[in-house]
């Protein structure tokens, strides 16, 4: 696997590459890997010959008062992960090749309603920062394809809408959340979390589970329900950012006749924030 810096090195690659007739897939990441990048690195590999894997921490994407300092940078394990996982060119820019202007100058990418809410409400001008970096990457790399986690329920929405709003010809592909063995999803994050902080954020998916659970046994009282999950979590030790029933493709709240839903959870243990959804179809079941 080949690591390159610049936008000159990667599109020389990935030329070589197409001139071999291969389809490229791509991998977008902030990197510090586990085993839910690992798994889209993985289905890139069975869907395409060539795979593009990019590792930047995109600064815009960070709202003022959070973890951007501390997020983690593990670049040489990542690197033998990626070996491992069979990618073939790993993107690793520094801030001032993709922003070349600086952020203020940057043409920015507004994705408009799905963005809009849940993490979106609480992290102003998160998505515009995800929306942009993902143009750039995606331009740069030109794919044939992309996979993202579902684990980013909302950001898998925001993408699939700004490839299909900006007519880019790119299949988007959404990996299942990978987990540890008690039900909680696998994040960069977990590892800020201390040895008790761990052993309760499963909490969080059990709460998804519960809820799923009443909304297939045939409640709709969709507000009441999102009032108890946001107290089954504050007494599990969490702090909720927000606990929402949506309509899973549309991402607007939940209706009575609608059939695919999807709950999504954001809460705070300690400083650390985390996610996770859990989306079903009532028509599977009937
Ligand atoms: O999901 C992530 O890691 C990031 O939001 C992404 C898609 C790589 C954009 O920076």
């Known amino acids: 696997m080949n690591t390159v810096k610049t936008v000159r090195e990667l599109r020389a690659a990935v030329a070589r590459a197409r001139s071999e007739g291969k389809r490229i897939g791509f ?8 085993a839910g990048h690992i798994a889209l690195v993985g289905k890139a590999s069975q869907r395409a010959d060539f795979v593009v894997t990019s590792i930047f921490v995109n600064p815009l994407q960070f709202g003022p008062n959070e973890d951007l300092a501390k997020y983690p940078r593990t670049l040489v394990a990542d690197q033998e992960k990626l070996v491992a996982a069979g990618c073939h060119l790993l993107f690793h820019p520094n801030v001032e ?3 070349p202007d600086g952020m203020q100058g940057q043409t920015r990418v507004n994705v408009p309603l ?4 849940l993490c979106g409400g609480s992290r102003p001008g998160h998505f515009e920062g995800v929306a942009t970096v993902v143009s750039k990457l995606f331009n740069m790399v030109q794919p ?7 684990k980013d ?3 898998l929405a925001v993408i699939r809408k700004l490839v299909r709003d900006l007519n880019m010809p790119i299949q988007i592909i959404g990996e299942p959340t990978a987990r540890a063995e008690d039900g909680l999803a696998l994040s960069s994050r977990n590892g800020f979390l201390d040895d008790a902080q761990r052993a309760v954020a499963p909490a969080l998916y059990r709460t998804l589970q519960q809820l799923a659970g009443a909304i297939r046994q045939g409640r709709r009282d969709f507000t009441a329900l999102e009032q ?3 107290e089954e979590l ?3 030790g969490f702090r909720p950012d927000y606990l929402e029933v949506r309509e899973a493709l549309s991402l607007r709240p939940a209706g009575l006749q609608d059939q695919q839903l999807v709950i999504l959870g954001a809460a705070f243990m300690g400083n ?3 996610i996770d959804n859990l989306a079903f179809n009532l028509e599977a079941q009937a």
Request: hydrophobic fraction near 35%; proline fraction near 3%.
């Open 97 to 99: 090749e993709m922003y």
């Open 234 to 236: 504050t007494k599990a």
């Open 228 to 230: 108890e999950g946001r």
């Open 27 to 34: 991998v977008p990441t902030m990197g510090n890997l586990h």
């Open 153 to 155: 329920f909302q950001q």
């Open 114 to 117: 799905v963005s809009e809410g």
């Open 144 to 150: 044939d394809l992309a996979v993202f986690g579902e």
């Open 272 to 274: 650390t924030r985390l």
